[in-house]
T-cell receptor, first 111, second 111 residues
Framework: GESVGLHLPTLSVQEGDNSIINCAYS??????FIWYKQESGKGPQFIID?????DKRQGQRVTVLLNKTVKHLSLQIAATQPGDSAVYFC??????????FGTGTRLTIIP | NAGVTQTPKFRVLKTGQSMTLLCAQD?????MYWYRQDPGMGLRLIHY???????AKGEVPDGYNVSRLKKQNFLLGLESAAPSQTSVYFC??????????FGPGTRLTVL
């Protein structure tokens, strides 16, 4: 079946550097994508989303890039801070009520 | 707004026991979802509802039942708990055009 996958399960980044978390999706019909952040012991928290008619969207310190040609999604976090340590999930929606989640990438910030 | 709340936060069951997890949302969202999250895996959809009085199966529905008698509440039931149902359960809600808002989770252990 269709699935959302992540290239790397773990990522360690020096504090102050930029982080890039990648996600591959396989359903070409997907038209909505979301990035979630999950801190230890908490529920996922919305970070940023993007629709398939866009290739880039920026938020506060975060940018999501969508490459529909290669079915790739990335989350860029600028000037990474200790509070950014968490597991990051991408999720896709293909025109129905449900989201399909990837397995997550654990981001660790090195002081 | 309290957002999405879940009760209880923790529960330990013996094999064969039954229990109900309660999810409540105060955002007037139409859609509600129950997910489970196991170590090293992403969120998997158990059941969902697109409106009061409706329910539908997700990816992993076996062993669970749900009810949506009121728009703001979505109940998840385990009729006869099994150790394989040890997991963290998350409820979420959304509007048809919006992103999911998640609750804090319920950690369930089945002995």
């Amino acid at each position: 079946g269709e699935s959302v996958g992540l290239h790397l399960p773990t990522l360690s980044v020096q504090e102050g550097d930029n982080s890039i978390i990648n996600c591959a999706y396989s359903n070409s019909a997907s038209d909505y994508f979301i990035w979630y952040k999950q801190e230890s012991g908490k529920g996922p928290q919305f970070i940023i989303d993007i629709r398939s008619n866009m290739d880039k969207r920026q938020g506060q310190r975060v940018t999501v890039l969508l490459n529909k040609t290669v079915k790739h999604l990335s989350l860029q976090i600028a000037a990474t801070q200790p509070g950014d340590s968490a597991v990051y999930f991408c999720a896709e929606n293909f025109g129905n009520e449900k989201l399909t989640f990837g397995t997550g990438t654990r981001l660790t910030i090195i002081p | 707004n309290a957002g999405v709340t879940q009760t209880p936060k923790f529960r330990v069951l013996k094999t064969g026991q039954s229990m109900t997890l309660l999810c409540a949302q105060d955002m007037n969202h139409e859609y509600m979802y129950w997910y489970r999250q196991d170590p090293g895996m992403g969120l998997r959809l158990i059941h969902y509802s697109v409106g009061e009085g409706t329910t539908a199966k997700g990816e992993v529905p076996d062993g669970y039942n749900v009810s949506r008698l009121k728009k703001q509440n979505f109940l998840l039931g385990l009729e006869s708990a099994a150790p394989s149902q040890t997991s963290v359960y998350f409820c979420a809600s959304s509007s048809p055009s919006g992103r999911d808002s998640f609750g804090p989770g319920t950690r369930l252990t089945v002995l």
